[in-house]
């Protein structure tokens, strides 16, 4: 099973980035995927993620700013960062739960890409 991250960069506060996770080895279309980051000093936090049959959820730091969406043809999910803020800076991890819990536990995660946001 590999979760492949990408996307990650340097970018100026108000600016816009999108991360990709290209997702081998499991069903991609029978499991919920999810977007988590970790800053410096923190512990790793839920940012978005999705469930099979399509439903959505995100943090409230980054309602209205973030969107996770997916290709299956593709099989990559992507997080759609707008409005970034210097607090949005944080190492970006993508993850795969395979059962598809209500309550999403990751099996699975990418190797991680880091988002800059400078003021």
């Known amino acids: 099973v590999q979760l492949q991250a990408s996307g990650g960069g340097l970018v100026q506060a108000g600016g816009s980035l999108r991360l990709s996770c290209v997702i081998s080895?499991?069903?991609?279309?029978?499991?919920?995927m999810g977007w988590y980051r970790q800053a410096p000093g923190k512990q790793r936090e839920f940012v978005a993620r999705?469930?099979?049959?399509?439903?959505?959820y995100y943090a409230d730091a980054v309602k209205g700013r973030f969107t996770i969406s997916r290709d299956n043809a593709k099989t990559t999910v992507y997080l759609q960062m707008d409005s970034l803020k210097p607090e949005d800076t944080a190492v970006y991890y993508c993850?795969?739960?395979?059962?598809?819990?209500?309550?999403?536990?990751?099996?699975?995660w990418g190797q991680g890409t880091q988002v800059t946001v400078s003021s």
């Open positions: 993850a795969a739960d395979i059962q598809n819990r209500l309550s999403f536990i990751a099996d699975y």
């Open positions: 080895g499991i069903d991609f279309n029978r499991n919920a």
């Open positions: 999705f469930r099979t049959g399509g439903k959505t």
